[in-house]
């Protein structure tokens, strides 16, 4: 039974540029959340999918966007990368059913802008 | 803005004694989830609470969610180099929006655990 999987692991960028995060639920999970952690901080909610649609956002510029497709794998996107956008990014996945229902968190995407 | 809060943010103790982290909200949380990060790892889910003073063990890990379902606490009974890592708690806040309000999973900021053997 897989669990959450996220690619690529590590990612160097330059200010400015333009980043797509991928992350793969965990098998029989139908909603995806994406979650940026800063160093020494907790995990802020950056939104969340579900039939391939957003289904609740946290306080990010629109420079953050996402999609989910029919599979309910999920991409992260960010445009214009700040230096501030440097962090750990996590997936996290769990069923809609289930209100509330335990998040099962990936090992993440670290990115760095230069 | 609603938010969770976590004290204390650092804790480090001698193998063998025992741990606390107090976790608080502004507002009355539906349930409270506690989850662990190992250092390098990510989140890993360790329990789920919904009922007002309600009270879980796992082993040696003791959770409480208040009777007013606004603060809840993990403790960890004679700490062991594995229970080394950053504790976070999480609730469901509520947020208003143009379409109805939603509810989004709200993470504290964890208490660091380091424990010296």
């Known amino acids: 039974d897989a669990g959450v999987t996220q690619s690529p692991t590590h990612l160097i960028k330059t200010r400015g540029q333009q980043v797509t995060l991928r992350c793969s639920p965990k098998s029989g999970h139908d909603t995806v959340s994406w979650y940026q952690q800063a160093l020494g901080q907790g995990p802020q909610f950056i939104f969340q999918?579900?039939?391939?649609?957003?289904?609740q956002r946290g306080n990010f510029p629109d420079r953050f966007s996402g999609h989910q497709f029919p599979n309910y794998s999920s991409e992260l996107n960010v445009n214009a990368l700040l230096l501030g956008d440097s962090a750990l990014y996590l997936c996290a996945s769990s069923l809609w059913a289930f209100y509330n229902s335990p998040l099962h968190f990936g090992n993440g995407t670290r990115l760095t802008v230069t | 803005g609603q938010q969770v809060m976590q004290i204390p943010q650092y804790q480090h103790v001698q193998e063998g004694e025992d741990f606390t982290t107090y976790c608080n909200s502004s507002?009355?949380?539906?349930?409270i989830q506690w989850y662990k990060q190992r250092p390098g790892g990510h989140p890993v889910f360790l329990i789920q609470?919904?009922?007002?003073?309600e009270v879980k063990k796992q082993k040696r890990l003791t959770f409480q969610f208040g009777e007013a379902k606004k603060n809840s606490s993990l403790h960890i009974t004679a700490t062991q180099t594995t229970d080394v890592g950053t504790y976070f708690c999480?609730?469901?806040?509520?947020?208003?929006?143009?379409?109805?309000?939603?509810?989004?999973?709200?993470f504290g900021k964890g208490t660091k655990l380091t424990v010296n053997p």
């Open positions: 999480a609730g469901p806040l509520y947020t208003p929006g143009t379409q109805g309000g939603s509810e989004k999973l709200v």
């Open positions: 507002t009355t949380l539906s349930n």
């Open positions: 609470l919904v009922k007002s003073g």
């Open positions: 999918y579900y039939e391939e649609e957003e289904r």
